[in-house]
Every structure is written in structure tokens, then in C-alpha cells.
């Protein structure tokens, strides 16, 4: 079973957190026991997100499990992430690890702040490609919809997540996992 990680933190975008989560949730549906999706928080507070929906992590990042695989959305809360020394340390153990991070939108940000994007291939939402790159010299842009460098993975925005999800779940669970997956949510994907 493949343990994924969504971090969650206040201000983030509903659809980077939901979108990616509703992939892994209904590949554990159509496969049952590929997937084990968590809710993690700096702490267990309950937090709202950037259009007042309100998230309850389900444990803390100290207490976080082992992870094969964490989601970092975006959204303006990214500006307080990616400033939050808890976070950032969480994101560069979990990739020391040998977990793959990802981000979504503006989430890479984030793991550019924890320094995992430096010499990297990376991607972002379009409106933010000259800011992603003023901020972080070191990033190879490309403009895709999403693109994995290494044990890192990023996604343009809001419904890339999706695509991104998709393919991380072809790649962990088959193929034909991700095409049923897909097919449950009427998402035209082909892999």
C-alpha cells in the first residue's frame, strides 16, 4: 500500500488539496488497498482555505507516517509555507526519505523554498512563471501541464493536479487502475 501525504495549511487552494485527493481516493476505490491517503497539518488544528472550506488534519507533520508520496498544494497560504521552517523541514526529510514530493500550482513554491526544485525541471501555474523564476534562478522552467524530475514532481494549475495524479497513480498502482480511476471521475485522460 502506498502511503500518501496531502499537506494541508491555511489560505491553500481547494482544488490543488481536493482535485489530487479525489484521484487517490477513488484509486483505492477501483483497487482497493493500492493507496492510503492522509490529511497532514503543521498541527491539528482545523484550517480554511483560500474559499472558506474548512480541512481537519489527521495528524500532525511530527506525527506524519513514513511516506511514499506527498502533495503540496498551492494558493496564497504558499507564502506562509514556504516561510514556515516547520514545513520546509518536513519537505526536505520526506524527500531525503526517498519519498516522491510533489506540488500542484503555486505549491511549487513551497518545496523551491525547501530547496528541492534547485537545478530542477519544474512547472507552475502559467500566471506565475516569471515569479517562480525571478524568485528561484536555479529552476529549469518548462511549460507542461506537469513534469517529473527525480523524486520530484509539479504540476501547472488547479485541474493539473489532476492530470499529475493520474499519471503518479498509473505509475504506483497500472495503468489500468489509473484509466478506471479516471472513468469514475469523467475525467478525459489517456495517460
Known amino acids: 500500500m502506498t502511503t500518501v501525504g496531502f499537506l494541508a495549511f491555511p489560505r491553500m487552494e481547494e482544488l490543488d488539496f481536493v482535485g489530487p485527493y479525489e484521484v487517490f481516493g477513488m484509486a483505492e476505490e477501483v483497487c482497493p488497498g ?13 484550517l480554511r482555505a483560500y474559499h472558506g472550506l474548512r480541512i481537519l488534519p489527521e495528524t500532525s507533520l511530527e506525527e506524519a507516517p513514513k511516506l511514499d508520496l506527498l502533495l503540496v498544494p498551492g494558493g496564497d497560504g504558499r507564502k506562509e509555507a514556504s516561510r514556515d521552517p516547520v514545513v520546509l523541514d518536513f519537505l526536505r526529510r520526506t524527500a531525503r526519505s526517498g519519498a516522491l514530493v510533489a506540488s500542484v500550482c503555486t505549491g511549487a513554491f513551497v518545496l523551491a523554498a525547501a530547496g528541492l526544485l534547485e537545478g530542477k525541471e519544474a512547472t507552475t501555474h502559467h500566471h506565475f512563471y516569471d515569479e517562480l523564476l525571478g524568485t528561484f534562478p536555479g529552476i529549469r522552467l518548462v511549460k507542461r501541464r506537469w513534469v517529473r524530475d527525480g523524486n520530484v514532481a509539479t504540476a501547472g494549475g488547479v485541474t493539473c493536479g489532476v492530470d499529475l495524479s493520474l499519471a503518479l497513480v498509473a505509475e504506483l498502482a497500472g495503468r489500468e487502475t489509473a484509466l478506471r480511476c479516471a472513468e469514475a471521475l469523467q475525467y ?3 495517460g
Open 34 to 46: 493500492s493507496f492510503r491517503p492522509r490529511v497532514l497539518g503543521a498541527d491539528l488544528s482545523p
Open 188 to 190: 478525459p485522460w489517456e
